[in-house]
């Protein structure tokens, strides 16, 4: 079977909106020069579209038109290694997909302990993070919330009554399993993480572990967060300000 061919056939059982790459089209590499030939022509027919070099979309076609894929499509190559997630969205444009935020980023920020991941995806630049653990499908989502905590007090935008609650309503949906693991990435975080983490615990009477954040901080340090009482009553416990 021809190159062109083998690719085409490819594409065609993808789904309308999947992102790919040359890796993913079955081709070996060195048919990768007649397969560069063959995704222009496919690219020219509109078949496919380029997001960014050596990555493509296949277009979702709607009653409106095409549909381009979502942010979190769109990055999904370089979310992914080998069929496995190394990275994960972090920053502006995860807050504001949390709530926290009506904030819009001009820059969406890639997380990743073993790559960085810098392209432009349109006009939106992407720029690399470093993570704080190895990141995975089964503990991204764990540290999409520490990241919240972390950035609390830079998120633009942010009502902090309001964005306690939503990051309160995520924590008490974990299992036990789940929030030991969140517990313990939450020792690698910085301090103020660790405080807000177990104010949070506290405030939601889930005492799971909160002994082991206190045991990995001092005592006598406080965190200006501008969080106060009335926005979450266990606080001044953590010595949050």
């Given at each position: 079977?021809?190159?062109?061919?083998?690719?085409?056939?490819?594409?065609?059982?993808?789904?309308?909106?999947?992102?790919?790459?040359?890796?993913?089209?079955?081709?070996?590499?060195?048919?990768?020069?007649?397969?560069?030939?063959?995704?222009?022509?496919?690219?020219?027919?509109?078949?496919?579209?380029?997001?960014?070099?050596?990555?493509?979309?296949?277009?979702?076609?709607?009653?409106?038109?095409?549909?381009?894929?979502?942010?979190?499509?769109?990055?999904?190559?370089?979310?992914?290694?080998?069929?496995?997630?190394?990275?994960?969205?972090?920053?502006?444009?995860?807050?504001?997909?949390?709530?926290?935020?009506?904030?819009?980023?001009?820059?969406?920020?890639?997380?990743?302990?073993?790559?960085?991941?810098?392209?432009?995806?349109?006009?939106?630049?992407?720029?690399?993070?470093?993570?704080?653990?190895?990141?995975?499908d089964h503990n991204y989502y764990l540290l999409e919330i520490l990241d919240a905590l972390k950035d609390f007090?830079?998120?633009?935008?942010?009502?902090?009554?309001?964005?306690?609650?939503?990051?309160?309503?995520?924590?008490?949906?974990?299992?036990?399993?789940?929030?030991?693991?969140?517990?313990?990435?939450?020792?690698?975080?910085?301090?103020?993480?660790?405080?807000?983490?177990?104010?949070?615990?506290?405030?939601?009477?889930?005492?799971?572990?909160?002994?082991?954040?206190?045991?990995?901080?001092?005592?006598?340090?406080?965190?200006?967060?501008?969080?106060?009482?009335?926005?979450?009553?266990?606080?001044?416990?953590?010595?949050?300000?």
């Amino acid at each position: 079977m021809k190159v062109a061919e083998k690719i085409e056939r490819k594409i065609n059982r993808m789904q309308d909106g999947a992102t790919f790459k040359y890796q993913q089209l079955g081709i070996d590499p060195t048919e990768y020069s007649a397969g560069a030939k063959a995704i222009e022509r496919l690219i020219k027919r509109g078949v496919i579209k380029r997001i960014s070099t050596g990555v493509f979309y296949k277009p979702r076609q709607s009653a409106f038109g095409e549909l381009r894929p979502g942010e979190e499509e769109l990055l999904k190559p370089y979310l992914f290694e080998d069929g496995k997630r190394i990275a994960y969205i972090t920053g502006g444009s995860l807050y504001n997909r949390m709530g926290l935020t009506t904030q819009v980023p001009k820059t969406i920020k890639v997380a990743s302990k073993t790559k960085r991941v810098t392209t432009k995806i349109g006009k939106t630049h992407v720029k690399p993070v470093k993570s704080y653990v190895d990141v995975t499908d089964h503990n991204y989502y764990l540290l999409e919330i520490l990241d919240a905590l972390k950035d609390f007090k830079t998120i633009p935008d942010i009502d902090k009554k309001s964005a306690i609650t939503i990051i309160k309503n995520k924590i008490i949906k974990l299992s036990d399993d789940e929030l030991s693991k969140m517990v313990r990435y939450a020792l690698k975080y910085p301090p103020r993480v660790k405080a807000l983490l177990g104010a949070i615990l506290e405030f939601s009477n889930n005492r799971n572990r909160i002994e082991d954040l206190k045991a990995n901080m001092n005592p006598f340090t406080s965190y200006k967060l501008g969080i106060t009482k009335d926005i979450l009553p266990t606080a001044p416990k953590w010595n949050i300000e």
